[in-house]
């Protein structure tokens, strides 16, 4: 078999993505992913070595476009859809978020994936230094004076990624809402 068409590496990633959201990470084999993009069974070790190279390198292409998508809103200058955003992507993007925050499934030293974490730690960061220096920000809620911003931040990423966790495994009734509008609601909280 040979690869004629596209980019070997992307169309590898998509189809672990739909692997991974159809039958979990613990069955991706690179065999099945190299007979589905109709390369021979030795193709997707060029790209990624191991298995745990093609979810690692999936891991890391799910922080970067989650990183976009929350950057879209902190350059909006809208806190509350940033942490929305931050839920759409897991709603969206399933197979990613799976594997993002798992490091048991993979390789923690990645240069790729150590900056895409560091591109979203500092987008998160970010959108919360700006909306804290913002006219809008209460500060009564957290007092006087704001404080560790990087702490702020580490409670709205655990705010936001709680809620995804907890929404793709269905602790919540949607209750004729969607769930953006749910996570609106619930989110709001961190809009003092």
């Known amino acids: 078999m040979s690869y004629h068409h596209g980019d070997l590496r992307e169309a590898i990633l998509t189809a672990a993505a739909r692997a991974i959201e159809s039958d979990g990470v613990a069955s991706l084999s690179l065999r099945a992913l190299a007979r589905e993009v109709g390369v021979s069974h030795t193709a997707p070790r060029h790209h990624f070595g191991t298995k745990r190279g093609v979810v690692t390198a999936l891991a890391a292409q799910g922080y ?3 990183t976009a998508a929350v950057g879209r809103a902190v350059e909006a200058g809208d ?4 942490g929305v955003a931050y839920t ?3 709603r969206t993007h399933p197979a990613h978020f799976s594997v993002m925050f798992r490091p048991d499934l993979v ?3 990645d240069p790729e994936l150590r900056a895409a974490v560091e591109g979203l730690a500092e987008t998160l960061t970010g959108g919360v230094r ?3 220096a913002s006219e809008r920000f209460d500060r009564s809620v957290v007092g006087e004076p704001v404080g560790d911003v990087e702490s702020l931040a580490r409670a709205a990423w655990s705010i936001a990624h709680g809620f995804a966790v907890l929404a793709r495994s269905g602790n919540f009734t949607l209750g004729g809402r969607s769930e953006a509008d749910l ?3 619930t989110l709001r909280h961190l809009r003092p």
């Open 107 to 109: 390789e923690e030293d």
């Open 79 to 82: 806190f509350l859809e940033a």
């Open 64 to 66: 970067r476009m989650l």
């Open 183 to 185: 996570a609106r609601e």
């Open 88 to 90: 759409e992507f897991a």
């Open 130 to 132: 700006e909306f804290a």
